[in-house]
Nanobody, 124 residues
Framework: QVQLVESGGGLVQAGGSLRVSCALS????????MGWFRQAAGKEREFVAA????????LYADSVKGRFTISRDNAKNTVYLQMNSLKPEDTAVYYC?????????????????WGQGTRVTVSS
């Protein structure tokens, strides 16, 4: 049984930085490609970033490209999302997700397991 637990959310001022983390347990972490998604109040959940099993390849939504960086530490079974130059429109609950096939994907239905989410609030 795969479990994903996010941490690191919180309140930050616009222009600030925050790093959220997601730890996977229950299976071999390096067997999964990982993704981050977010859902703002009243909106559908949307893709943010994805990373391949090795960490060699990453994919970003246009809205976060150049500001957010996804990374992973397979020794720690953890994926990270470093968020810089945050904007109020980045306010959302951030979810990590695991994908059993190894390629990158921005489509939610390709992901097999989801965390409970961590809330990020960016004040103006």
């Amino acid at each position: 049984q795969v479990q994903l637990v996010e941490s690191g959310g919180g309140l930050v001022q616009a222009g600030g930085s925050l790093r959220v983390s997601c730890a996977l347990s229950g299976r071999s972490f390096s067997s999964y490609a990982m993704g981050w998604f977010r859902q703002a109040a009243g909106k559908e959940r949307e893709f943010v970033a994805a990373i391949s099993w090795s960490g060699a390849n990453a994919l970003y939504a246009d809205s976060v490209k150049g500001r957010f960086t996804i990374s992973r530490d397979n020794a720690k079974n953890t994926v990270y999302l470093q968020m810089n130059s945050l904007k109020p429109e980045d306010t959302a609950v951030y979810y990590c997700a695991a994908k059993q096939t190894l390629g990158l994907a921005s489509v939610q239905t390709y992901y097999n397991n989801w965390g409970q989410g961590t809330r990020v609030t960016v004040s103006s």
